[in-house]
């Protein structure tokens, strides 16, 4: 069989599967980066948080941090950008019985990202690059209240 007769069954094939299969390339620009440059006069232990708002902008996020016992917190504030391309795929099958979805995105795969940690006086502890998934904390579920009448589990 040659190469074209091959190629044809194989499409003529997967055109009789009742699947929906497409492909996408995208290019994505989300926020500006930070840079180490933006940071060179923000120094631990001096600057306060206005003072890195007012250099960098606003952060994507802010998230709790470091909580006292007399509930005073800080703060973690992060900044995070994305100027990428890149292939995605979906797959979808339905029938009247079963269906299901499948999708790939390689562009949000990894995130850059770089976090401000401030104390509970909201002064500049430290700050690190890296990707939002492994610079922030994994997200932990809250212990279920005990109530003085019901023993503890």
Request: charged share 20%.
């Given at each position: 069989m040659s190469r074209a007769a091959r190629s044809l069954s194989a499409a003529l094939l997967l055109a009789a599967l009742p699947a929906c299969v497409t492909g996408s390339y995208d290019r994505v620009h989300l926020q500006e980066p930070?840079?180490?440059?933006?940071?060179?006069?923000?120094?631990p232990g001096v600057a306060a948080f206005g003072d890195c708002l007012q250099r960098l902008g606003a952060?994507?996020?802010?998230?709790?941090?470091?909580?006292?016992?007399?509930?005073?917190?800080?703060?973690?504030?992060l900044w995070t950008w994305r100027d990428a391309s890149g292939w995605g795929i979906q797959a979808e099958?339905?029938?009247?019985?079963?269906?299901?979805?499948?999708?790939?995105?390689?562009?949000?795969?990894?995130?850059?990202?770089?976090?401000?940690?401030?104390?509970?006086r909201l002064?500049?502890?430290?700050?690190?690059?890296?990707?939002?998934g492994d610079l922030l904390p994994r997200r932990q579920r809250p212990a279920p209240f005990a109530d003085a009448a019901e023993p503890a589990r």
């Open positions: 930070v840079r180490e440059a933006d940071l060179a006069g923000l120094a952060p994507w996020r802010v998230l709790e941090y470091d909580v006292d016992q007399d509930g005073n917190s800080g703060a973690a504030l099958y339905g029938d009247d019985t079963l269906s299901g979805s499948l999708s790939y995105d390689a562009v949000a795969a990894e995130q850059p990202a770089c976090v401000l940690w401030f104390d509970h002064v500049l502890q430290r700050w690190r690059f890296g990707t939002a």
